[in-house]
Each structure stands twice: as structure tokens, then as C-alpha cells.
């Protein structure tokens, strides 16, 4: 059913959405299969999250799907990190001592470009680079992964969604082929993803966060996923989320964050997840392999 038809009774789901998935049929075999895994900041429990590296180490993992962030530099280009800020990822406060707090937003991409992301985490990684958003879906691209891109902070980037899909376009990403399966656009704030499916209806979108029972049908008209922290979920919320249909006219989806041990992997597909984001894709992928 629609998500505007069940607005009434979405409150009741909570506790009785698992008894009233049907027990058989496309949608009930659809909740029993294996989570994707999705390799958080790549594989970023083994390289320097959101660089190159960890995106080819989760592919000699055999990983598939990838996750990263997306800020915008002080010049208008957009980079991949996580934080706001340069300095715990990278060595901006030794090469520019005086410019703190080393906000990605004060910085040219020619500036970061200049900074080694890798040290950090080890010397085998020195030199790495803070990716470019270009230079980052090539990488997945060669690779041939699929895209989990979280837009960060947009209220500090006003307008990043229409350039976030336009350098999407410009690289390929917006054709049927990635919009069938291989790239999912998500963030914290509902206005950005709104915005997304707004901008570019045929984009899958998700939304980070546990939003009330009560108010999922008004999300599941412009997001095609709900994806909560893993301390958040149950088997309820989970069961209640994938009761509705969105936008795609497809029933909604649940990637859950941030799952790095065997024993919550399975317990997390015992929830009936979609997908399971991870700093540990091998120790997640293992734990499910028989699922």
C-alpha cells in the first residue's frame, strides 16, 4: 500500500508490524534475504577512511558497496570527508598552523589537495590525499562498486545538493544503470534529501536517523530508505519502516550504522535489515555468509 493510505494506523505498527507482514510472497522473501554489506568510509577499519585506499581495499575484500561523505571547499569544490573539520583526518595543523579551526570550508581544493590524509593511520598510508567527489566515484567506478553518499552538513553548503547531482551526472552516475542499483544519496537532514528527490525524482534516496513511528509515511514520500544508528533499531521499527511503500513505489529499506562485530551483524539481520554499514565489511560479511 501507499504511505499516504496508512497514515491513519502507522502508530499501531510498532508493536504488531511483524505480524502483519504477510508470510509468504515477493515481499516477505524480500525481507528474508542477506543484508548488503556496505563498507563504511570504505573499508575503514584497515585504510584512512574516505581516501582511495579504503575504497580498494573493501574491492580486494570483494565488497561492493561503499560509503563516503561530500563538504564543499572554500572555493566551490566538492571533497570527501567526514568531518567539518581537517584537523583529525589530516595534517592541516602542522602545514597551516594558524588557520584554525582548519574548517573544510576554509580551505581551497588546492590546499587540501596538499595534505597527507593517510599518516594518521599509519605510516604505509602516508601521502594519501583527501579525495576529490570526481575522483572518488571514478575510483568506484574502475572498481565497479556501488555508491552509498552522504551529503554532511548541508546547511553549511547552501545549494551542495544540485551540485552534488550535476557532478553525479556529469560522470555517468545519473543514468538508468546507477539509478537501478548501483547509488543511494542520503544525509541527516530530511530538507537535503528532499531536496535530492525534488531535483532528481529517479535518485534513490535515504534518510539517517530514527524518525517517530508516527511520522514515516510523511518521510516515505520523498526517501526510499530509513537508516538508523544500530543502537535506535528493533524488529518493530524495522517491520514498521518496510510496511511502507515510497517513493519509487517499492517498499522502504533499512541500512543500519555502524555494525563492526559478528554477534550484532546477526542480530541486525535477525531485525530484518536491508544492509548493515560497516568500519568491518570482512567480520560482517563472515558473520552473514550463512544467513
Known sequence: MHARA????????LGAAALLLPASGA????????????????????????????????????????????????????????????RRTTDAEEVFPERAPWKVRDFTAAEIARLDAGSWFGP????????????YVRRVEHNHQKLLLEIKNPELYPGIERQTLKLLGNEGWLDRRHLTGRLVVQSFSADSIRTVHDLKPGVTTGFLGTPPVAELPGYATFTDQINPSYASVSRGYVAAVQALTGPHDRRLHVFTWTVDDASTALRAAGYGVDGVITNRPDVVRGALRGW
Do not use: C, F, K
Open 6 to 13: 496508512v497514515a491513519a494506523t502507522t502508530t499501531a505498527l
Open 27 to 86: 515481499l516477505a522473501h524480500e525481507v528474508a534475504e542477506r543484508p548488503r554489506v556496505i563498507a563504511h568510509r570504505g573499508a575503514s577499519a584497515y585504510a584512512p577512511e574516505n581516501t582511495l585506499a579504503a575504497v580498494d581495499r573493501a574491492e580486494r575484500m570483494g565488497i561492493d558497496w561503499v560509503e563516503n561523505d561530500v563538504q564543499r571547499t572554500e572555493d566551490g569544490q566538492l571533497v570527501v570527508i567526514h568531518d567539518d573539520s581537517l
Open 124 to 135: 604505509v598510508y602516508a601521502g594519501a590525499r583527501v579525495p576529490t567527489l570526481e575522483q
